[in-house]
């Protein structure tokens, strides 16, 4: 098969090396290292992040810490992702027929990959996979735990959903290339396979999971209301931060499908309306993400902002080493957010249609909520030991913040 033209034209360049379904298992697997060293990182600042999450504390502290136990796991999912892709490298040795013979390498590794978190191994983290899989369960649906229960825990992870939605899209996109009978997972994507507008729906599903949460923690507020709860609009205003990515992805998806004979606007008018979508859910996630998942000043009064008894933009409790990595924060996460601005330069506007480019996307996007899960699990620690923000509930006195 290598060299007709018909085969040539099924595999982009990127692919070669690394097929879709390699790119999915890539990023979950560097999703588990991540929350690893989310985990330690936090653990050496003395946060005691299960407290938070109300995950069983360990009964001796000669019993493995949490996040030496995550690392376990990822070397454990980590080694034959590796062997894996060496296998597929030396076998297809960059042809194009043998790339496209060799789709059971990648998909036999991602069976492997969810069965290690879903089967219970009970040497390999079995606590905390079960806790995992429980929490994936309750969220899938929308619903969220009680504070006393572990909302937080449940929030982290639904937020983290939402940065993995393309990748989840792109692992659909794998297994129905897989099953189909005209193209196989290791040939370039085809990101309409099933139809036109699954893969946008299911990008969609961990936006609907967030908004569902912050409608059941308005109805929450409304019917248990307390002094320190208000009337609930906090909730009410999260809840349309995430309404507005709808419009972003379904308007991704009629630009990728423009045909003017069934479109009432020009594509011009129609890449300017998807442009207004991207602007508004882009300045609202990072004024989110600063003001309210953080709890920086940065975007309050004058006066609040310039308090001097802490450093511009920030706020008084702080645990992180240097003040420079709050505002190196904030700046990486205003240009992760708006990555869609590489559409408008006339050298960048293909970038996000390249498979490398989308994989890079991708990437930056979950290195980005990483950084984020740093910031925000301080901000709840800082609200839990210094006095509950409206609606959180006081865990109790578990270390002692260092001021500035």
């Known amino acids: 098969m290598d060299g007709d033209p018909g085969v040539e034209s099924e595999v982009d360049s990127f692919s070669l090396v690394l097929p879709l379904p390699f790119r999915v298992a890539i990023i979950l697997v560097l999703g588990v290292w991540a929350w690893g060293l989310n985990l330690h990182y936090l653990y050496l600042l003395r946060i005691d992040v299960p407290a938070l999450i109300r995950y069983p504390q360990r009964p001796t502290q000669h019993h493995t810490s949490h996040h030496h136990s995550t690392y376990r796991l990822a070397t454990f999912v980590t080694v034959p992702l590796a062997a894996s892709l060496l296998l597929f490298w030396i076998i297809t040795h960059g042809s194009r027929a043998k790339v496209l013979g060799c789709q059971w390498i990648p998909q036999l590794y991602l069976i492997f990959l969810v069965g290690s978190i879903a089967i219970p191994l009970h040497r390999l983290s079995r606590s905390g996979r079960s806790r995992f899989v429980e929490t994936l369960k309750r969220i899938s649906i929308g619903r969220i735990a009680e504070a006393q229960d572990g909302k937080f825990g449940d929030i982290l992870l639904a937020d983290a959903l939402t940065s993995y939605a393309k990748v989840l899209g792109d692992w659909f996109v794998s297994t129905c290339m897989m099953l189909s009978w005209k193209t196989v997972s290791t040939a370039k994507p085809n990101r309409g396979c099933g139809g036109a507008y699954i893969v946008p729906i299911i990008i969609s599903i961990p936006s609907i999971i967030r908004l569902r949460q912050c409608l059941i923690e308005y109805s929450r507020v409304r019917r248990n209301p307390s002094a320190g709860s208000g009337w609930g609009g906090q909730h009410l205003a999260n809840a349309l931060k995430y309404s507005t990515a709808f419009p972003v992805i379904f308007l991704s998806a009629l630009q990728r499908g423009y045909d003017p004979k069934t479109f009432y606007m020009t594509e011009a008018s129609l890449f300017r309306l998807w442009l207004a979508a991207v602007f508004i859910n882009s300045f609202y996630s990072f004024y989110w993400d600063v003001a309210k998942d953080w709890d920086l000043s940065l975007f309050s009064s004058s006066r609040e902002r310039n308090d001097p008894e802490y450093p511009y933009g920030l706020r008084r409790h702080r645990y992180f080493l240097s003040n420079k990595m709050y505002y190196w924060a904030i700046g990486i996460d205003f240009c992760l957010r708006c990555t869609w601005s590489f559409k408008l330069s006339p050298h960048l506007d293909h970038f996000n249609d390249l498979e490398g480019g989308?994989?890079?996307?991708?990437?930056?996007?979950?290195?980005?909520?990483?950084?984020?899960?740093?910031?925000?699990?301080?901000?709840?620690?800082?609200?839990?030991?210094r006095g509950p923000a409206p609606d959180d509930v006081l865990l109790g006195d578990f270390g002692k913040i260092d001021d500035d």
Do not use: A, K
């Not at 890079?360 to 609200?383: A, G, H, N, Q, S």
């Open 358 to 385: 989308i994989f890079l996307m991708e990437f930056l996007e979950v290195w980005r909520r990483w950084m984020w899960i740093f910031f925000r699990v301080e901000t709840e620690w800082v609200r839990t030991t």
